[in-house]
């Protein structure tokens, strides 16, 4: 029943390490995002993807790289983890390009030692 | 300056009574603007958007919008403790394809 999940909720890992964060909308949305939290609560988008097409690409180290396999999934690899990658990364959906209401996985909390 | 500036509060507001939030955004073209509701360890929920200058009500909230001065407002009429969460402001520019933007939050606590 769940309408954004992501995998996995936790993520405890080395500095220095490779990572993956899953995610998938049962919803038939068209339009998918990666936001990441800081310990601030600032909450700023990463990534979007329309249909499988990247439309937004903030200015994000290229250790993060974001897959979509198809509109249902996007992905989000991160390579040579650092401290300051440490937040929570929250995966949303949205019905179409451009529409306002989004709807947000549960997060994935990563913290980098 | 940041594009959507908020107060982090803490707002402490007794139970029963108005809760006001408050936001001010920097692109005058922006066109749709969002407040959310996050609780301690959950993700952000949306609960109300405007986009024309006025009042907006949905039940007990109310998010008031002035695009000359660039401020939009949520009020929270008769508090609960459940409304005790980080309040996020959210602004989208002119284009449809643009991406939304947050604020940093105000925290608000709702004292029975």
């Known amino acids: 029943d769940t309408a954004v999940s992501q995998t996995p909720k936790y993520l405890v890992t080395q500095m220095g390490n490779d990572k993956s964060i899953k995610c998938e909308q049962n919803?038939?949305?068209?339009?998918m995002y990666w936001y990441k939290q800081d310990s601030k609560k600032f909450l700023k988008i990463m990534f979007s993807?329309?249909?499988?097409?990247?439309?937004i690409n903030e200015t994000v180290p290229n250790r993060f790289s974001p897959k979509s396999p198809d509109k249902a999934h996007l992905n989000l690899h991160i390579n040579s983890l650092e401290l300051g990658d440490s937040a929570v990364y929250f995966c949303?959906?949205?019905?179409?390009?451009?529409?306002?209401?989004?709807?947000f996985g549960p997060g994935t909390r990563l913290t980098v030692l | 300056q940041k594009e959507v500036e908020q107060n982090s509060g803490p707002l402490s507001v007794p139970e029963g009574a108005i809760a006001s939030l408050n936001c001010t955004y920097s692109?005058?073209?922006?066109?749709?603007f969002f407040w959310y509701r996050q609780y301690s360890g959950k993700s952000p929920e949306l609960i109300m958007f405007?986009?024309?200058?006025g009042d907006k009500e949905d039940g007990r909230f109310t998010a008031q919008l002035n695009k000359a001065s660039q401020y939009v407002s949520l009020l929270i009429r008769d508090s609960q403790p459940s409304d005790s969460a980080t309040y996020l402001c959210?602004?989208?520019?002119?284009?449809?394809?643009?991406?939304?933007?947050f604020g940093s939050g105000t925290r608000l606590s709702i004292r029975p």
């Open positions: 959210a602004v989208r520019g002119y284009s449809s394809a643009s991406k939304i933007i």
């Open positions: 919803l038939g949305h068209d339009t």
């Open positions: 949303a959906s949205s019905q179409r390009q451009g529409e306002d209401t989004q709807y």
């Open positions: 993807y329309n249909n499988k097409e990247l439309i």
């Open positions: 405007i986009y024309s200058n």
């Open positions: 692109d005058r073209g922006s066109q749709s």
